[in-house]
C-alpha cells in the first residue's frame, strides 16, 4: 500500500528538481518572461521577465509519478485518480492558454473573460458528469451527489445541483489560488501543506473503508469512498512534485507557475476534496485561499459601496508589503497560517472519526 504513495512522491519530487531548471532555460530562450503590473507593488518590477508558465513542470511531473508508480507496483490506475488528474490538465490546460497570450501579446491580461470562463466551464461540467459514472462493486461512484464535510451528510442533491455545486468549487478554488500566487513561492508551499493533508486523509479512508468488514477498528464510522488509496497516491505525486518546484520557485524565483500552475492546482485541490467526501472541510484546510479570495471580495465591495478601500492593496499579501513586510517575511508568515489551517481541518476530521466510537 505504502510503497505506490512513496513512489510516487518521491519520482515527482525528483521530476521537478532536475525538470524545472531545464524548462527555465528553454522559456528563457523563447523569451516567454512575466508581465508585471505597472500598480503593483516597486519591488516587483525587478521580476519583469521572469520566466512564466512554471506549472508545466509539476503538472507533467504529477501525472508522470502517478504512472510510474503504477508501472513500479502493478498497480492499474482507478477512475478516480485519473478525474482528478484529467481535472487538473484540463485546468492547467485552460492556464496555458491565458498566460501563453500573456506574452504573445505583452500584456497583463490573457484570454478574454468570457473565453477564460467557458474554458473553465468546460472542464468543471466534464469532470462532474464523468465523476458520478463508474461505479464499483458496492455501487460507489468517484462523487457522490450528498453534500459533504468529513463525509456525506444530508439529502441528495441530484446531479444537476451536484454539477453546479462542484462547478462553483472548481472556480473558487482556482481563482483563490491564482489569487494567491503573488509572491515567491506561497501559493506552491501553501499547497504543499493541503497535499500533504490529503495524502493522509487517502490512506486514513483506505485503512477504515467501508469495503474491510471486519478489520476495522471502528465499523460505524467507515468511509464509503471509491479510490481512498489512489487519491492518496495523487496527492503524494503532487506533494512531491510541488516541493521540487519550489526549489525553483522561492525568493528570489527563478521561475512562476503562471495561470497554467495555479488554475490546475486549485482544480486538482477540488477533486480531491470532492472525490474523498470533503467537500466543506477544503475550505478550512485551504483556508490561506479563502482569506486572500475574501480580501479581494471585500476590497471590491467596500470600494463599490462607499467609495473606501479596507487593505492598501488587494490581494491580502500585497496589502502587507505595502506596510513594509518583506516578501519573504509575508510568505513565511502566511505558510504558518495555512498550516494552522491544515491542522485544524485534520483535527475536524479525525473528531469526526473518533466521534462515532
Known sequence: MMKQILFAGVIGLFLTLIGTPLL?????RKGYGQYIRDDGPREHAS???????????????????????????GKPPTFSGLLVLGLMCGMGLVGFLDDYIKIVKRRSLGLRAKAKMAGQLIVGIAFAVLSLQ????????????????????????????????????????????????????????????????????GVWQYQESC???????????????RDPLDLAVVSAALMG????????????????????????????LTGLAICSRTELLVAIMGGLFVLITM?????????????????????????????????????????????????????????????DK
Open 241 to 268: 512534485s510541488c516541493l521540487g518546484f519550489l526549489w525553483w520557485n522561492t525568493s528570489p524565483a527563478k521561475i512562476f507557475m503562471g495561470d497554467t500552475g495555479s488554475l490546475a492546482l486549485g482544480g486538482v
Open 295 to 355: 480580501s479581494v471580495v471585500i476590497q471590491v465591495g467596500s470600494f463599490r459601496l462607499t467609495g473606501k478601500r479596507v487593505f492598501r492593496m488587494a490581494p491580502l499579501q500585497h496589502h502587507f508589503e505595502l506596510k513594509g513586510w518583506s516578501e519573504v517575511l509575508v510568505v513565511v508568515r502566511f505558510w504558518i497560517i495555512q498550516g494552522i489551517c491544515v491542522i485544524v481541518g485534520l483535527g475536524l476530521f479525525y473528531a469526526g472519526w473518533a466521534a
Open 134 to 201: 463508474f461505479a464499483d462493486s458496492r455501487g460507489n461512484t468517484p462523487a457522490s451527489t450528498k453534500l459533504s464535510f468529513i463525509t456525506d451528510f444530508g439529502w441528495t442533491i441530484g446531479p444537476v445541483l451536484f454539477v453546479v455545486w462542484a462547478l462553483f468549487m472548481i472556480l473558487a478554488m482556482s481563482n483563490g489560488v491564482n489569487l494567491t500566487d503573488g509572491l515567491d513561492g506561497l501559493a506552491t508551499g501553501a499547497s504543499v501543506l493541503v497535499f500533504g493533508a490529503y495524502t493522509f486523509i
Open 211 to 225: 469495503a474491510n468488514g471486519e478489520t476495522l477498528t471502528n465499523p460505524g464510522a467507515c468511509y464509503e469512498v
Open 47 to 73: 521580476k519583469r521577465g521572469t520566466p512564466t508558465m512554471g506549472g508545466i513542470a509539476f503538472i507533467l511531473a504529477t501525472v508522470a509519478a502517478y504512472f510510474l508508480s503504477k508501472v513500479i507496483t
Open 24 to 28: 527555465i532555460k528553454l522559456l528563457a
